[in-house]
């Protein structure tokens, strides 16, 4: 699956995992959880205990139980002065790491110097019951504690023992020996989880107009303007037109909001009374549970706020009430899709409002399996370390499987399904080194991206594939080692998946009323700093660098990397015309008289016959097509370090592209590259103005700026008129086109005439200063 010019290394590789999908195993994990490897667990859960006996001097205890299975062993928190002591944790076992035959379980009492032994309970690994979801949960019994010589002791245990797989509803809360160097208090930060986005909504505020302001200097009229703010997001209106006490504005201002609706719209009226200085009129707030929510384009009506004031009277603040009041349309847009990633990686499309969806036409489902090669990103007594895990992103549902500890080769083999409402979106998978366990960085590093467009996706169709893990550094392209996924779409009506294709991408909201590049950069960069804040505090906390990186934001910033990869890209969208060109080009200078000979057969045929022309064309592009099917692509895309232009680029532009925002370089070589860009904006604007000049010759043809060449062009033009009128269309056809494929001994090098008019005429260059 290399492609033609790229590095090996950073190529996609299928792969054969053994995976339940497929396989006549009998075993029902393979039904439900089929996209990844099983792996089996020995899990314990520690419910509770009762009547523990106390070992201090005071009579009490300080009991916590230790799970103890070979050289692993997990412990519970401890409880002080307590006999009945509740924990309710689970402790699971990876099975290929098992290498003891009996399980420990042991209740102890917390003591400063040597914690005392309260009793014990004893397992044969050998008779452990085996459970496969969907079986029911195995129910907890009370086990009879016993002493190091096999006595019965008072206090008992409720304990539940099994073995299972990765399909258990214990497992993502449960503490993993892989992880036992982490410790209780660190084990929240390595369990899988799954997130949701929160609601967004576009919020409405049209401000109408204001009576009756009180201003402070009344001997001129005030320049009013009206400032809103919805939590961290501020906007303006321009300053009002009439100079009166009644201003009117009739403007519109938009906001992102996310529910629960936390924050109330502050909207104040302000008057600039010096260029600097501006004095609030009246304010009002507005809570966002009481307004009205809009699904299409129909207004809705408006209403009247009253204004009020705050003013200082002896060091208190003292509200005043006046007759100022404010009229505004508010309303919430449920017929709009909230932008809160690039539009280039969309994996959500549907409008806000849950009445306007359509129903699912599908099933992603994504077995995150595994990674290997994974390089040290961290330094950890003294050698390399990586603790990793992976976050994968759909619609506004994330997952986050658990943190692997310690593991260059970490084994996932964790399922995920989502709903798919539209094959033109893409979901991205990120994995990330955790920086928030004991002994990390307290920032979580970048280790790899991949993005997966379900449009390319063969419905039913499972595809295993590693995929390179690939990361800019300052120092270059770097992979950071290859993570394997396994991913199937299920179509579930095939007709609305096609029906699907002639729909807009967008909710009708965004074509009947649409919103200015502008607004849609700016509700962007706040939708996402909204959904990064609400992962942020959830538990674990989705950190705000690894939300940012699944979102692309920093995408529309400036790469001279990314503009190559650009041009690129538009030249090779361009080299298909430029191939006919130059085929065409031979086809006139008979470098094959065959073929020269079979295209004009077939030009005559086509000027004898028009009404064959358009079923020849549909007919070669069916052709085509089929003829490609051949050679469809059976793999999903991938990061193209070619196609990127990441594999030779310069490093001063790696180090420019690595800038912050504002620039933190020096003067020399912030001028340096200031200097570059102008010498490429001078490249730039010599074409522009190339483009300009032949369009404006074509403008003078008939513009009579050069008299002589409008008059020539004017009388061929009534010539032209007359012979086309008299001669038929098929005659006139024939004769150009056999003009056009003549033989070379009939041509010369020169131009022809009407090149030679063309580039006579003038252009408004002439006119720049």
Known sequence: MQKPGQNIEFALK?????????????????????????????????????ELPGKDVTGSCDPYVEVKLGNYRGMTKHFEKKSNPEWKQVFAFSKERIQASILEVVVKDKDVVLDDLIGRIMFDLNEIPKRVPPDSPLAPQWYRLEDRHGRKVKGELMLAVW?????????????????????????????????????????????????????????????????????????????????????????????????????????????????????????????????????????????????????????????????????????????????????????????????????????LEVGIISAHGLMPMKTKDGKGTTDAYCVAKYGQKWIRTRTIVDSFTPKWNEQYTWEVFDTCTVITFGAFDNGHIPGGSGKDLRIGKVRIRLSTLEADRIYTHSYPLLVFHPSGIKKTGEIQLAVRFTCLSLINMLHMYSQPLLPKMHYIHPLSVLQLDSLRHQAMNIVSARLNRAEPPLRKEIVEYMLDVDSHMWSMRRSKANFFRIMNVLSGLIAVGKWFDQICNWRNPITTILIHVLFIILVLYPELILPTVFLYLFLIGIWNFRWRPRHPPHMDTRLSHADAVHPDELDEEFDTFPTSRSSEIVRMRYDRLRSIGGRVQTVIGDLATQGERFLSLLSWRDPRATTLFVLFCLIAAIVLYVTPFQVVALLVGIYVLRHPRFRHKLPSVPLNLFRRLPARSDSLL
């Open 163 to 363: 073995m299972g797989t990765q399909a258990d509803e214990a497992f993502s809360d449960a503490w993993h020996s892989d992880a036992a160097s982490v410790g209780p208090e660190g084990v929240t930060h390595i369990r899988s989880k799954v997130y949701l986005s929160p609601k967004l909504w576009y919020v409405r505020v049209n401000v109408i107009e204001a009576q009756d302001l009180i201003p402070h200097d009344k001997t001129k009229f005030p320049e009013v303007y009206v400032k809103a703010m919805l939590g961290n997001q501020t906007l303006r209106t321009r300053i009002s037109q009439t100079k009166t006490l009644n201003p009117m504005w009739n403007e519109d201002l938009m906001f992102v909001v996310a529910e629960p609706f936390e924050e109330a719209l502050i909207l104040a009226v302000e008057d600039r009374v010096a260029p600097n200085k501006d004095e609030t009129l009246g304010r009002c707030a507005i809570p966002l549970q009481n307004v009205q929510r809009r699904l299409d384009h129909r207004p809705l009506n408006s209403r009247w706020f009253n204004l009020e004031k705050h003013i200082m009277v002896e060091g208190e603040k003292k509200e005043i009430k006046f007759a100022s009041r404010i009229h505004l349309r508010i309303f919430l847009e449920g017929g709009y899709h909230v932008l809160d990633e690039s539009t280039h990686y969309s994996s959500d499309l549907r409008p806000t409002a849950k009445q306007l969806w359509k129903p699912s036409i599908g099933l």
């Open 14 to 50: 299928e792969t054969s995992p053994k995976i339940g999908a497929g396989a006549v195993t009998g075993d029902k994990l393979s039904c439900t959880y089929d996209l990844v490897e099983q792996m089996h667990y020995l899990y314990v859960r520690v419910v509770k205990a009762k």
